[in-house]
Nanobody, 134 residues
Framework: QVQLEESGGGSVQPGGSLSVSCTAS????????LGWFRQGPGNQREWISS?????????ADSLKGRFTISRDNIKNSLSLNLQMSSLEPADTAIYFC??????????????????????????WGQGTQVTVSS
């Protein structure tokens, strides 16, 4: 079981930067892929990025270069971060962190965490709003 709680987000002007964070707690975090999705008004939830237990990152092609994902071990939990820059109004959305657990760290390593479909993730945070507007 994994519990996810997002923080951060808010409002920013076009061209600005913002970060969102997620605290992951629970069991078997060392065999857990972590990722970010977003859902804009009237849109389906879309995959942004994911990171493996060995720090391998994957990004949606359309967002590569503007978004940076990272994860840090904090005591008995993990901190998942998404740094966003050169934000555009089209980035306005609710941002969700997600997790999927495996039985072994190997299965959560490398490019195996590049899981772009919503149904490939088991756990979700409640979401945090990011608004890009002048």
């Amino acid at each position: 079981q994994v519990q996810l709680e997002e923080s951060g987000g808010g409002s920013v002007q076009p061209g600005g930067s913002l970060s969102v964070s997620c605290t992951a707690s629970g069991y078997r975090l060392d065999s857990t892929c972590l990722g970010w999705f977003r859902q804009g008004p009237g849109n389906q939830r879309e995959w942004i990025s994911s990171i493996s237990v060995d720090g391998i990152t994957n990004y949606a092609d359309s967002l590569k270069g503007r978004f940076t994902i990272s994860r840090d071990n904090i005591k008995n939990s993990l901190s998942l971060n998404l740094q966003m820059s050169s934000l555009e109004p089209a980035d306005t959305a609710i941002y969700f962190c997600a997790a999927v657990q495996f039985r072994s760290a190997y299965l959560a390593s490398g490019s195996r965490c590049r899981r772009t479909r919503v149904e490939d993730w088991n756990y979700w945070g409640q979401g945090t709003q990011v608004t890009v507007s002048s």
